[in-house]
């Protein structure tokens, strides 16, 4: 099972991707994590991806593109992948589709949880009291100014990727501000008609 998750930060992606994770027993991938372990691994992309970084500079969708080549090669992938933040653009949703396709491979499913931003900023601020009352630490990304910046991030570049996988047909939407087991129940419901 080959899988994006779509949707603003907030949406749900991480817990959804938690249990797809478990339940199919298959990776979830995050560039910044995978960029991290080709860095420290010292591979030949790791270390183009450092000497971009340590210049100050933003890594090219190639190098990162790249990244989740090698990463979907390791033994882990080979039933499947969840991709949870990337692509991130227009531009990394085509070199991904044209990597899968040098590969022999293809999405089966984007699943954009579709959520009301307005109401995103009290989920946050939800999540934020709840982690302090279970004394957890309280995510960086969980202050209402550092989300909006991310939110409005996501609705300059991300949210231009969902018409990118509608039109390859792969696209489907789930009501993200549904309780949990319900959002689940419509990801498994999607999925099952792909397995």
Do not use: C
């Not at 630490?137 to 509608?166: G, I, M, N, S």
């Amino acid at each position: 099972m080959r899988l994006i998750l779509l949707g603003p930060p907030g949406a749900g992606k991480g817990t959804q991707a938690m249990r797809l994770v478990e339940k199919f027993g298959i990776p979830q991938l995050s560039t910044g994590d995978m960029l991290r372990a080709a860095v420290k691994a010292g591979t030949p992309i790791g270390r183009r991806a450092q000497a971009v970084m340590e210049a100050g500079s933003l890594v090219s969708d190639d190098i990162v593109v790249s990244i989740v080549a090698d990463r979907i090669d390791e033994p882990d992938a080979s039933n499947g992948f969840i991709l949870d933040g990337f692509p991130r653009t227009i531009a990394q949703a085509e070199a991904l589709d044209a990597m899968l396709a040098r590969k022999g491979m293809k999405l089966d499913a984007a699943i954009e949880l579709q959520v009301d931003s307005s109401k995103l900023i009290d989920r946050i601020l939800r999540r934020a009291e709840e982690a302090r009352a279970a004394g957890h630490p309280v995510r960086k990304d969980d202050d209402p100014e550092v989300f909006k910046t991310r939110l409005a991030a996501y609705q300059k570049d991300t949210a231009a990727v969902t018409p990118h996988y509608r039109a390859s047909g792969v696209l489907h939407g789930v009501d993200g501000m549904a309780p949990i087991g319900e959002v689940s129940a419509s990801i498994d419901e999607i999925l099952a008609a792909h397995a």
